[in-house]
């Protein structure tokens, strides 16, 4: 049985894939589904470019990160159940 999924997606986009699906020789809608059928069976995305964070992530992120570079707000484990007992108590 088959059905119709409607997407609503940037125009330049879709015709953007177009272009690139033909030039595979493929129709769009083969593509989808192939991405729909290893999305359901692996469970996960994969971007191929990164994301980018908006901008209160990317400060959490640097803060993050010089803390790190400066040895700042660091918690060492030398084991999984020490880290386990710590994330339980906080």
């Known amino acids: 049985m088959k059905t119709i999924l409607n997407v609503k997606t940037d125009e330049v986009l879709k015709k953007e894939a177009q272009m690139v699906a033909k030039d595979l020789g493929l129709p769009l809608g083969t593509i989808i589904n192939d991405f729909l059928k ?5 469970k996960r995305v994969v971007f191929g470019e990164h994301p980018e964070l908006n901008i209160q992530t990317q400060k959490i992120v640097d803060e993050a990160i010089a803390d790190s570079k400066k040895g700042k707000n660091l918690t060492l484990f030398d084991t999984l159940e020490e880290m386990d007992e710590f ?3 906080s």
């Open 87 to 89: 994330i339980l108590k």
């Open 38 to 42: 290893s999305f359901v069976v692996e």
